[in-house]
Structures are given as C-alpha cells and as structure tokens.
C-alpha cells in the first residue's frame, strides 16, 4: 500500500555552484558520512550529490513534511547494495513520522543526465 510519494529535480549546475561556495559546510549539513563517501568515490561526485538532494526532497514530500515538525536531511540516507536498487532509509523524526502515516520503508528511484537529476520516492506499507 502506498502511504506517500514525492518527487523532486535538482539542476546539476546549481549543486556545483553550491558545492563549490560552500563544500564541506553543505555537505556535512545535508549529507551523511557513507553518501559524502559514495559520492566522493565517483570521477564526478556532483551529478551524485544532487540526485542524492533530490531523493531526499522528494522523501521529505512523501512524508509530507519538508524540513518542518524537527525533521533534518540527515534523517534521510539513500544506500545502495551492490547491484542492488537505490533506498532511501529514514531514521529519527523522519523514521516516526513515516510509521505514524503507516509506511515501513521508503521505495527510491534516481536518474541524472545532462543538466539534471530527478528523484522519485514513495512511502510504502508491507502488505
């Protein structure tokens, strides 16, 4: 059963910028440790960053939150198992607030190509 969906684009160039200006502050506040890492490990990390700033943006609409009611990004970690699909974990305030809509786990779907990366997420109950 579906308890929630978001979606979420993010201009490539406009996470570059935004990188650039303010680096480890930005990243540190938004991103966890292991994405900062996966990210890191790319031959360009930034189209990696922002499709990871667009997962959670569309999972903060699928909770129906933004960053109100203590929510933080951190909150929200998108993991990849090898050669596995994308997820989008949620954890503290996030975590509380997709069990209280009835969700048990967050479904994740990323893209980027050319100027752009785009998130899907959806909040979904087991059966």
């Not at 292991?34 to 189209?47: G, S, T």
């Not at 596995?84 to 954890?91: N, Y």
């Amino acid at each position: 059963m579906v308890c929630g969906i978001g979606v979420d684009l993010v201009k490539i160039s406009r996470m570059r910028d935004v990188i650039s200006r303010w680096d480890d502050r930005f990243l540190r506040r938004v991103f966890t440790e292991a994405e900062i890492a996966y990210c890191r490990a790319r031959r360009d990390p930034v189209p990696h960053f922002a499709a990871r700033f667009a997962a959670k943006e569309a999972g903060l609409k699928a909770l129906g939150t933004g960053l109100r009611l203590g929510v933080s990004w951190r909150e929200l970690e998108v993991r990849r198992e090898r050669g596995g699909p994308p997820s989008l974990v949620l954890s503290g305030r996030c975590q509380e607030i997709g069990v209280s809509l009835g969700g048990s786990r967050m479904l994740l779907a990323l893209t980027h190509d050319g100027d752009y990366a785009m998130a899907q997420a959806m909040l979904v109950a087991e059966r």
